[in-house]
């Protein structure tokens, strides 16, 4: 498919055909579930945001201190 047009390749009429009709249906429902991908994804996006915000704020909360080498023993 491109554009509006639905290209096939086929040498047979009949095979043709049916790959036509599914190629159609497929472009189709596609359409129709077009609009719940889009917000499906914005979900997800904004749900990876907010983790993501969420895990920052824990990280500068927690305290560095355990980050520091114990000193050397002699």
């Known amino acids: 498919m491109e ?3 639905i290209y096939i390749y086929e040498k047979s009429e009949d095979v ?3 790959t ?3 190629e159609f249906l497929d472009y189709s429902i596609g359409q129709i579930v077009e609009p719940y991908k889009e917000v ?3 979900l997800i996006s ?3 945001e907010s983790a993501y ?3 920052e704020k824990l990280v500068e909360a ?3 201190d355990w980050l520091t080498p114990p ?3 002699s």
């Open 3 to 5: 554009g509006n047009i």
């Open 16 to 18: 043709a055909i049916e």
């Open 20 to 22: 036509l009709k599914h």
């Open 40 to 42: 499906t994804n914005k």
């Open 46 to 48: 904004l749900i990876n």
């Open 53 to 55: 915000k969420k895990k």
């Open 62 to 64: 927690l305290p560095t």
């Open 71 to 73: 000193p050397a023993v």
